[in-house]
């Protein structure tokens, strides 16, 4: 058998409000007026009932609610009962996680979910409609650009519209999009990728690559900007665009060099004909908590989004992306599973009190992930 495996990739759009008519308009804010105050009153429901899956949800308010909102169209109810389970159940996580003190959430009702009943692309001449009142449909005209051209021949799938503080909207496409990977044999050659604060790591047993993402003085150069801007702007609207602009900014940037990182591995995977990507499962840190080597990784939101980055383009590739649990293998020698201490010679070096082995702590990182690929998935299933 062939596996095929699905691709979600969302396109972010911009709607274009400079022709659209006032009617439209307030037809639009009515739909997020109205489906705010349905979410606070599911998740006010979830929160008293203890209820966090939406078809217990749907089953308690849909008929009512129905008939409180008849203009609405229904499908609108189904996604805000979707909206609210996951709203409530990751509430529930932080909560139990002690990463939040509120006492139940609170939707703000920036966000609307919307499924394919709600909404129609036409993405020949990037025209959405979107479901509102009374059986009618907005028709609204979307930015875009050159690097939307690919979404054309993939499957469509739900969208989100989103209004901003500064009032503008966005439309955000989930499209989905079948790839054949080829079989993996047992001598299939792997990359492992392993991501610190300034490098992305990469390699296997034969050679191993740095990508100087430079991330950390990037971040830490956007951090003494922005509480420069906090301590000396007085104006409260004016420091909070300021703010916002350097945030993007910097999310900018590193996405960029994410790319680049990404495309320079999977033309590394090409070369050397590698049909697998090793990268660490970050999910194992979450249920340990406790764990010293946590500390500050999970926290950088940036890991997973290289990950994903990555991922995305490998798989278009016809690349295989596997996870593998990365406890301890900064601390294990790859060669003979002895333990490591810091090398007394050399910075960033890591020195085995077995054999000796003396290595930068990056390429350990990379071989041992290499090296539990192996024992996860090719020893396990040969007998
Ligand atoms: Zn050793």
């Not at 740095?210 to 104006?235: A, H, M, N, P, V």
């Not at 293998?329 to 054999?355: A, D």
Request: glycine share 6%; proline share 2%; with cysteine.
């Amino acid at each position: 058998m062939i596996p095929v495996e699905e691709i979600k990739l969302t396109a972010n759009f911009k709607i274009d409000l400079v022709d659209v008519d006032e009617t439209t308009i307030s037809e639009i804010y009515r739909l997020f007026e109205e489906y705010r105050r349905i979410v606070n009153e599911l998740i006010e429901y979830a929160h008293s009932h203890r209820v966090t899956s939406f078809i217990s949800l749907h089953r308690a308010k849909y008929r009512e609610l129905r008939q409180r909102y008849p203009t609405l169209p229904s499908h609108y109810i189904d996604t805000a009962c979707r909206h609210t389970a996951s709203i409530y159940k990751s509430f529930i996580k932080m909560k139990k996680m002690g990463m939040c003190d509120k006492e139940k959430p609170i939707f703000k009702g920036q966000t609307i979910w919307l499924d394919n009943h709600l909404f129609k692309l036409d993405t020949e001449n990037w025209r959405a409609s979107i479901a509102v009142h009374g059986g009618k449909w907005a028709a609204l005209r979307l930015l875009h650009g050159k690097y939307h051209d690919k979404f054309k021949d993939m499957k469509l799938g739900e969208a989100q519209l989103v209004l901003k503080d500064d009032g503008s909207l966005y439309l955000n496409v989930v499209f989905r999009q079948a790839v054949v990977l080829p079989e993996i044999s047992a001598d299939a050659k792997v990359i492992a990728v392993d991501v610190n604060e300034n490098a992305i790591v990469y390699g296997n047993d034969d050679f191993i690559e740095r990508f100087e993402t430079d991330e950390g003085i990037i971040r830490t150069r956007y951090f003494l900007k922005r509480r420069r801007i906090q301590s000396r702007i007085r104006g409260r609207g004016l420091r909070a665009r300021l703010l916002g602009k350097y945030r993007g900014r910097e999310r900018h940037r590193v996405r960029e060099i994410y790319r680049r990182a990404a495309k320079e591995i999977i033309g590394k995977a090409r070369e050397i004909g590698a049909t697998i990507i090793v990268m660490e499962d970050l999910e194992v840190y979450k249920e340990d908590l406790g764990s010293r080597e946590l500390n500050g990784r999970i926290h950088r939101w940036g890991y997973r989004r290289f990950q994903r980055i990555l991922e995305y383009q490998a798989r278009l590739c016809g690349l295989h992306v596997k996870y593998i649990d990365p406890r301890n293998t900064s601390r294990i020698c790859p060669v003979c599973g002895g333990e490591l201490e810091e090398s007394s010679n050399r910075r960033r070096f890591m020195k085995c009190q077995k054999c000796g082995l003396e290595e930068d702590r990056d390429a350990i990182a990379v071989r041992n992930l290499i090296r539990r690929y192996y024992e996860e998935c090719v020893d396990a299933k040969t007998p």
